[in-house]
């Protein structure tokens, strides 16, 4: 929802080219209040507003713009500007922008960004995206071991303006290696004591991460531990970054959107819904839905293997899609539990005899009351076979939905085994999967009982 | 995964009484790994553990605990001690682990609680759950505006030990009222002038949430600011609490939780998997299952009144399975798009017809293509009917699949339009929906084509 309510205002201010009205606008609110503010303007108008505050401002109101309002910027702005907006931005964001923008202008722009910056910019953009490393930022207050608490106590305020997070310091060693951590809390309850050695208070069992890990993992480790950050290291234990809070808000939103998407059967979207070109998200839906036709081309070849029943008994044939749908929506809900749940670590792989055990009576005792509400619905609403005929269906659905909470329930874990995102086995695959199998149960049933049925009147 | 590596160390200081070693086991790392530590012991045994650390170090420890084991020491442990762990805990933690515990427990424990943390408790535990006032801690850093740099200074490192966050510090009138904040970093950064009054340098313009708000817009709030916390107000502007970024995380993972499960079919579960009792389980899966089957019983009732057709034309019947599952996955992936859109808040309400005509491309190329490879397969996999007669499946395959793109499109955005939550339209109901429509569009275009086959032979 675009706020409109100062656009209007916003727009003469620019007409005008009052300057000062349009710093007091920058200054006046919250930086992502103003960026939510500039959502109606164009680029060029977003652009006009900013340059109009002073250069810390403009970057904080810049960096809660959208991505792609951004990257316009970047591209139409004037380069000797925008690129002190990259000089300024935080390490891990501006790397997250530049992979974005067109390579021209990464090529106009970095020549004019400090030396400094542009060696940073290079060291983050070598993770590859989904590492730690590339979620990080090489901002962090940093201190030696030797300082006191008021040396540390000045050296942070000197240091306030320039990280992102002033409120967790690391202490390195002379080479770099992580040594420790201090609180900004920590050292306020030291404030008496201005002379004790900080490496005498800091904590020294660290939980850290490799720039190397899994973002996702990484993600977890600061939800579960509540810290506000989390230092990342090399091989050799240097300290490379941090990553922060917002950093695994941000993971974590993305993840749950993955997820999402799988479980429907999309290739996960790098954009919103929206901004996704339409050939892009044909492409992202139609190979899944290609991959499931052909895997349903199996349910056709198996019902044409019983032809001759379905054209002796054709009420068989009405039952299909509820059978199959039945099969499905168990499986899918067995795979929706067991792949949330691998995913918040609350089950893990050695559970299997036990999640085998609860899916098989879940699917017993479902798939009975099912059966016996079909059975009384076929009893009343389908003119035809016998009622005893009609038990085919209930006998059916309990094979049906027994099977489709095993195979629900098992896949995932089965994928996690081989060392695959149990993810992959969304609810379409499943229900794919359980058609057939359905099927086949259901002609199994007609064909034994049926002629079950038949022989004492044949015989 | 339970880390077994120091139980029988652990289990051999118990049973020698060892607390001096037992204390130096909880001091010696960061409480969340402790608690994993301990995570094999019995709840007598960890409490055992706890009662050799210091009160709070006890505490820390006892916060990262799983829910279930905390329960159990409250209910097994001697209420003398136990009570002094709900009086040391955070406000926003007690509240939701005595509503945990049996009633008989909290009856016990309670009175031996101070009177000042009873009534927090008492205030906290009106606010419903899954409101801001049932995620927030009262535990605030507060100082009144007459402050000067220095004196909020001395004054948070008093503070320090009793708060949740002192990093944002809010300042409030005479009567309570919000009236501003100061984060430790702007005091830092103000350092050098001790008697600069507070007021003067605080940010006036908060964004802020009532206590009644929904948790999960807060946290989409906090998320969107990357805030460290954020102040709850009630009606009268008054500071009754603040949600920490560590509540906001465990938010956003239960809610993305609840999201799958609905996605799937299944009510959220209020514990884990394996903890959730069978008959739970079976009640939560059982309901959205009868439902979906008193909807498929629509498909019985339709294929039964084209009875005649399907045994004259008896390889109808054979693509049953396959039409019904191509217009659920082509529906159940735009109902995915368009719920997750809606809840990231990518999309609005008023986006619907930019929506529907994505849909409706979509749903017309995707349906081309597979129908043309439907047909491609029908031509060699299936025996029967002629090379025309086998149009009939793409051109059914064209408009269940659009159907299916618009129907799973345009659900979410009309329940969200008539205010109820658009995941409730999840993948197998839009499915269901879809599976009657398939059906009804199948016999349609058989219908007609087979009709306009057959009649040049037959005329």
Chains 1, 2 share one sequence.
Not at 60 to 76: M, N, P
Not at 195 to 220: G, H, K, S, W
Not at 367 to 383: K, P, R
Request: charged share 20%; with cysteine; aromatic share 6%.
């Amino acid at each position: 929802m675009i706020n409109t309510l100062l656009l209007p205002e916003l727009r003469e201010m620019l007409a005008e080219n009052d300057v000062a009205g349009l710093a007091d606008f920058c200054e006046a609110m919250h930086p992502a209040r103003a960026a939510e503010f500039m959502e109606g303007l164009t680029a060029e108008e977003t652009w006009g507003v900013l340059k109009a505050a002073d250069p810390d401002r403009r970057v904080s109101i810049f960096e809660y713009l959208d991505q792609q309002r951004q990257v316009d910027i970047l591209e139409t702005g004037d380069p000797a500007e925008t690129s002190k907006l990259i000089t300024i931005m935080a390490p891990d964001d501006r790397v997250d922008l530049l992979k974005q923008v067109e390579d021209d202008t990464v090529e106009t722009l970095l020549p004019l960004v400090p030396t400094e910056e542009r060696r940073d910019i290079a060291r983050l953009s070598q993770y590859p995206e989904g590492t730690a490393g590339s979620l990080m930022t090489t901002s962090v207050a940093r201190l030696p071991e030797s300082v006191t608490v008021g040396e540390a106590i000045d050296e942070l305020a000197r240091q306030t303006k320039n990280h992102e997070t002033i409120y967790y310091i690391y202490i390195v060693d002379d080479d770099n290696h992580l040594r420790g951590l201090i609180s900004a809390r920590q050292l306020l309850t030291h404030l008496g004591t201005p002379d004790e050695r900080v490496a005498d208070i800091m904590e020294r069992d660290l939980v850290t991460v490799e720039a190397t890990d899994d973002q996702e993992a990484v993600a977890a480790r600061v939800a579960d531990y509540n810290f506000l950050a989390i230092p990342v290291v090399d091989h050799e234990h240097h300290l490379v970054g941090i990553i922060t809070h917002d950093d695994v808000i941000d993971v974590l939103r993305e993840e749950a959107e993955e997820d999402a998407y799988r479980a429907g059967g999309i290739a996960p979207l790098e954009e919103t819904y929206l901004n996704t070109p339409i050939h892009t998200l044909l492409w992202k839906r139609g190979v899944w839905l290609a991959i499931l036709l052909a895997a349903s081309f199996l349910t056709v070849i198996a019902l044409q293997s019983f032809d001759e029943m379905l054209a002796v008994v054709k009420w068989i044939a009405f039952f299909l899609p509820l059978i199959v749908s039945c099969g499905g929506n168990s499986g899918g809900q067995s795979a929706t539990l067991i792949i949330t749940s691998l995913t918040s670590g609350d089950l893990q792989l050695n559970d299997w005899p036990r999640v085998l055990l609860r899916e098989l009576t879940m699917g017993l005792a479902l798939g009975t009351a099912l059966g016996a509400i079909a059975y009384c619905g076929a009893l009343f609403g389908v003119e035809g076979p016998t009622a005893v005929e009609k038990l085919v269906v209930p006998i059916t659905l309990v094979f049906v939905v027994t099977c489709g909470t095993i195979v629900g329930g098992a896949l995932p874990l089965i994928f996690r085994r081989i060392g695959l995102d149990p993810a992959l086995m969304s609810n379409p695959f499943v229900a794919g999967i359980i058609d057939i199998t359905g099927i086949v149960i259901y002609m199994t049933v007609c064909v034994l009982m049926l002629k079950q049925l038949a022989d004492p009147f044949s015989g």
